[in-house]
């Protein structure tokens, strides 16, 4: 039998999508699964991003320019320009989803063996990105003891190796919830800026900050303006993760015209979901701080109950939709099967992402899940009591030591 790359074979399956399986079969059982697992909004997406696509006067769904439409990239521009980032049309990419830009990132960066530093946990397909590419991901970690801080300069500075290529973060954070005051970022521009490093910046939920924060984005680090990648979506912004439409957005010339060759390559963007975009981009600031009250109602709701469950662990969360959150298991992943395959309450069940597969040095999250608060409050509320139930009924449930003398 012929064989195949050593790059494929080091991929690793997705955490998020790996229990399906499970999830399909209680969902045949009549089992209800409410799925937290995946960052699958319940919102729903903006009409108008459906009534542009119905006027689209098109004969034929014809192939997009590489680099996206025209309007799109202006709808993008002016976005920014209302955020306070001032940008070049030839500086703002459209990508099939925000996936495909980090792709880009890595294969314009990144010779074999080159590293790029990660605060973990982080998104698992950073991993996958890297692997494909024959890239080398080097964690930092967080310790969710501190809220999943990011650790102070030292940490990083012991990573940075002649390899070193890059760091990069998602802020707010994938799988965290954590969103990056100004001064943490600051401490990366200082770091970039000592060792001509590029940050790479994934910033799909930005509209998500919650108490009050507010998010700054790489793009105003001041001094590394050349050296600061931002990638982008609709995804999250507009419920629209269907639609695939991202974007990637760099002052540096000639990373873009890289990228460029290969969005030529692969021809262009979604046509379809480029014009309902459009249209959600000229959504009023209402619609961004609706969402995000609606977000942040879910994660008060999250946080209570979670910290009502004995030996449950939830750090403090103010940004995007999802929370890592420590349980009282023997593994996470067999419980995380388990309440798929052996448990039910009320006629339902819950699906989370085993945390493991968000770190990347061995050992690390063997007990956290990932929680994404997508669904509703009634929904959510619901799916609380069934994981509440189940971490009492687990034969693997962890009995916290009590001291005695």
């Not at 900050?209 to 912004?237: C, F, M, W």
């Not at 480029?274 to 879910?298: D, K, T």
């Not at 085993?354 to 997508?374: C, K, N, Q």
Request: aromatic share 8%; hydrophobic share 40%.
């Amino acid at each position: 039998m012929p064989s195949f790359s050593d790059r494929a074979l080091k991929l690793p399956a997705s955490p998020i999508r790996k229990l399906a399986p499970y999830a399909d079969a209680a969902s045949r059982r009549g089992t209800r699964v409410y799925h937290l697992n995946i960052g699958q909004p319940d919102i729903s997406t903006p009409p108008v991003f459906f009534d542009a696509i119905r006027e689209a006067d098109l004969d034929v769904v014809a192939y997009s320019p590489s680099p996206g439409i025209l309007p799109l990239r202006e709808q993008i521009q002016g976005y920014y320009e209302r955020l306070g980032h001032n940008l070049e049309i030839d500086e703002i990419m459209v990508t099939t989803g925000a996936s495909e830009a980090l792709g880009f990132v890595f294969a314009a960066l990144m010779n074999p063996g080159e590293e790029v530093i990660v605060p973990e946990p982080f998104y698992a397909n950073y991993l996958s990105f890297s692997l494909a590419r024959d890239a080398v991901v080097v964690p930092v970690t967080c310790r969710i003891e501190d809220d999943f801080a990011l650790p102070p300069v030292e940490a990083f500075e012991e990573k940075i190796t002649p390899r070193t290529k890059a760091i990069q973060i998602c802020n707010p954070g994938n799988p965290t919830g954590v969103l990056y005051p100004r001064e943490s970022l600051l401490r990366l521009r200082d770091i970039a800026e000592k060792h001509n490093l590029f940050i790479i910046a994934d910033e799909v939920y930005r509209e998500f900050a919650y108490d009050g924060t507010e998010h700054s984005s790489a793009l105003g680090l001041p001094g590394i303006e050349q050296n600061v990648i931002v990638v982008d979506s609709i995804s999250k912004r507009f419920s629209a993760c269907g639609a695939r439409i991202g974007c990637l957005i760099s002052r540096n010339a000639q990373l873009m015209d890289l990228v460029l060759r290969m969005a030529q390559a692969r021809l262009s963007p979604p046509t379809l979901g480029q014009i309902g975009a459009v249209a959600m981009y000229q959504l009023p600031n209402s619609y961004y701080q609706g969402v995000a009250a609606e977000y942040s109602a879910r994660r008060d709701l999250l946080k209570q109950s979670l910290d009502r469950m004995e030996g449950v662990l939830c750090p403090h969360v103010n940004g995007a939709f999802y929370s890592m959150v420590r349980l009282p298991v023997d593994s996470a992943e067999r419980f995380c099967q388990w309440i798929l395959e052996e448990f039910s309450h009320d006629g339902a069940t819950v699906m989370m992402a085993p945390g493991a597969g968000f770190y990347a040095t061995p050992g690390l999250g063997v007990d956290e899940v990932r929680i994404a608060y997508v669904l509703k409050e009634e929904d959510l509320a619901k799916a609380m009591k069934c994981l509440e139930v189940a971490l009492a009924a687990y034969p693997g449930r962890k009995v916290r030591e009590v001291a005695t003398g």
